[in-house]
Nanobody
Framework: QVQLVESGGGLVQAGDSLRLSCATSGVTFGSYAMCWFRQAPGKEREYVAS????????YYADPVKERFTISRDNAEDMLYLQMHNLRPEDTAVYYCAADRGRGGYNVPTYRIDYWGQGTQVTVSS
């Protein structure tokens, strides 16, 4: 059974940092590019960042570039998202996702084979 389980979300103030984690099981982690998406209330799910299978290449959506860092540990089957200088507009449910493609900018959701259940990030002003 494939499981992607996010953790690390919470309520923070603008300018704070958070680190999200995604623990995976039941999937050959190293055979997937991995992504983070987010969905704010009343909005569509949007791409945030992706990382290729080896962890050598990373890609970011413009709103989070220079503030967020995606990384992975293939030995531990873990995905991370380090978020700095958080803004109220970053408030959303954050999802980790397994991409059967190669990662890249604006990974489309139809390429996602597996989703986590999401973790809430709330940034107050």
């Amino acid at each position: 059974q494939v499981q992607l389980v996010e953790s690390g979300g919470g309520l923070v103030q603008a300018g704070d940092s958070l680190r999200l984690s995604c623990a995976t099981s039941g999937v050959t982690f190293g055979s997937y590019a991995m992504c983070w998406f987010r969905q704010a209330p009343g909005k569509e799910r949007e791409y945030v960042a992706s990382i290729d299978r080896s962890g050598s290449f990373t890609y970011y959506a413009d709103p989070v570039k220079e503030r967020f860092t995606i990384s992975r540990d293939n030995a531990e089957d873990m995905l991370y998202l380090q978020m700095h200088n958080l803004r109220p507009e970053d408030t959303a449910v954050y999802y980790c996702a397994a991409d059967r493609g190669r990662g890249g900018y604006n990974v489309p959701t139809y390429r996602i084979d597996y989703w986590g259940q999401g973790t809430q990030v709330t940034v107050s002003s």
